[in-house]
C-alpha cells in the first residue's frame, strides 16, 4: 500500500520481482538459470499477441550484473533461450524471440533497479488507486526494505509504494539520464 505518512509499509519477499507474468513467468523460470550461468539478469519477459491469428512476440531485456548489454550479449542470450525454447516448447504456436538490453528509459522491475537509479525521474504504477490515483511521477530516493520511495512535486512530497503493489515503473528519458548513460 502507498503511504504519504512516512511510516513504511512492507511486503512479503519476491524472488521474481515484476519481471514477467503470466505464461511469460513460466518461460522466465525456464531460462532464468542458464542465463544466469552464461552471466546475465532477466529485466523482463513479455509475451504480446495472442497467436490467433495475431503475431506472437516474445521478448527478454537482459544485462550483464554491471548493467551491460552489447549486441553479441544479445545473441548469446538469443541461442540459449532459442535452444531451451525449442527443447520445451512453453509456448503454443509460432512466436518471435527479441532479446534486447532494457535501454535508457528501461523499465524497472526489481527493487534494486529502485535503488540503483536513486536520483533519477521515474513513472510509477499501482495495482490500486492511492488517494484516488494510480500513477505518478516523481524522483527516485531508493529503497527502504520493500518499500520504494518517490519525491513528488519538485520533493515536496514523499511517496512510499509497497513493491507488492507495484503494476509496473519505468525510468523517464531526461537529459539527467542521458548524461548519466553517456558518462559510463
Known amino acids: 500500500m502507498a503511504d504519504t505518512t512516512g511510516a513504511a509499509v512492507t511486503a512479503p519477499e519476491q524472488s521474481n520481482g515484476k519481471t514477467s507474468e503470466g505464461k511469460a513467468a513460466e518461460v522466465e523460470n525456464l531460462i532464468a538459470p542458464s542465463l544466469a550461468d552464461l552471466?546475465?539478469?532477466i529485466v523482463r519477459v513479455l509475451l504480446t499477441?495472442?497467436?490467433r491469428g495475431e503475431r506472437q512476440v516474445l521478448q527478454i531485456m537482459a544485462e550483464r550484473p554491471d548493467g551491460t548489454m552489447t549486441v553479441e550479449d544479445c545473441a548469446e542470450v538469443s541461442r540459449a533461450a532459442s535452444a531451451l525454447l525449442e527443447v520445451e516448447d512453453p509456448i503454443r504456436g509460432a512466436y518471435v524471440l527479441e532479446v534486447s538490453s532494457p535501454g535508457i528509459d528501461r523499465p524497472l522491475t526489481r527493487l534494486k533497479d529502485f535503488?540503483?537509479?536513486a536520483g533519477f525521474e521515474a513513472k510509477l504504477e499501482l495495482t490500486m488507486p492511492f488517494e484516488g490515483q494510480r500513477r505518478f511521477r516523481g524522483r527516485?530516493?531508493?529503497v527502504e526494505d520493500d518499500t520504494i520511495l518517490l519525491l513528488l512535486d519538485e520533493g515536496e512530497r514523499e511517496l512510499r509504494v509497497s513493491f507488492a503493489?507495484?503494476?509496473k515503473?519505468?525510468?523517464v528519458l531526461t537529459d539527467d539520464l542521458?548524461?548519466?548513460s553517456t558518462a559510463q
Open 39 to 41: 552471466g546475465f539478469e
Open 49 to 51: 499477441g495472442s497467436g
Open 115 to 117: 535503488a540503483r537509479f
Open 140 to 142: 527516485l530516493k531508493g
Open 165 to 167: 503493489d507495484l503494476a
Open 169 to 171: 515503473a519505468k525510468l
Open 178 to 180: 542521458i548524461a548519466a
